[in-house]
């Protein structure tokens, strides 16, 4: 859905993750996501009557859909279908953004987690629920690939963990090594763990 098919609500949704990302929740008001959507005044308590808490718990998991959704997308673009090549689609969206607009922006789940974790259960909920989602497509494309159900639960996790990590690493020395890093040493484990078709069907 491009802004121009987007409704009011949809914008000022995705306004907010914009804003979380670049500025975190306290920095994210809400003037500054009505003005960003371009949204009427008074559209917030219209659709959102639960104020900022929900609007911020909706832009978590549209970022948690968001992400989940790549993940048969970088899948669609590999030319060999590899745990390593995956993970290194997954840093590569971060490397290209940063390459070509700085290091202004992160990751409005992990934001929202810092802020919110300890103070607001809903919002705790929602990102729990938005990373769930994501390691949930992860794992499914591990298992697509080759690795057994029994490690690719754990190895989602470690993939995604390694990446949002290697995001903070980046933001805050201005430079992508972290998350080359992260490709470079996790790539051949990640790899390793995909049985061979012959074992899997002798």
């Known amino acids: ?85 995956l993970l290194a689609a997954m840093a590569g969206q971060w490397t290209q953004e940063y390459a070509r607009e700085g290091f202004a922006g992160g990751c409005p789940v992990a934001a929202a987690t810092v802020a919110c974790a300890d103070s607001v259960e809903s919002t705790r909920e929602a990102a729990a629920g938005a990373f769930g989602e994501w390691t949930g497509a992860v794992r499914g494309a591990l298992v697509e690939m080759g690795v057994p159900d029994a490690r690719a639960e754990g190895l989602a996790v470690v993939m995604v963990s390694a990446v949002e990590g290697a995001v903070v690493v980046a933001r805050a020395e201005r430079d992508v090594r972290a998350l080359e890093a992260v490709v470079r040493e996790l790539g051949p484990v990640l790899d390793a763990a995909v049985e061979r078709r012959d074992r899997r069907h002798p």
């Open 1 to 85: 859905m491009t802004e121009s098919e987007r409704g009011p609500r949809e914008r000022m949704v995705f306004s907010a993750a914009q804003l979380i990302r670049r500025r975190g929740v306290a920095g994210a008001g809400m003037r500054d996501v009505v003005a960003h959507a371009h949204a009427p005044r008074g559209s917030l308590q219209h659709y959102f009557p639960g104020g900022k808490e929900q609007l911020v718990n909706e832009a978590v998991r549209w970022a948690g859909r968001y992400a989940a959704r790549r993940v048969p997308r970088f899948m669609a673009g590999m030319t060999e279908r590899t745990p390593s090549g």
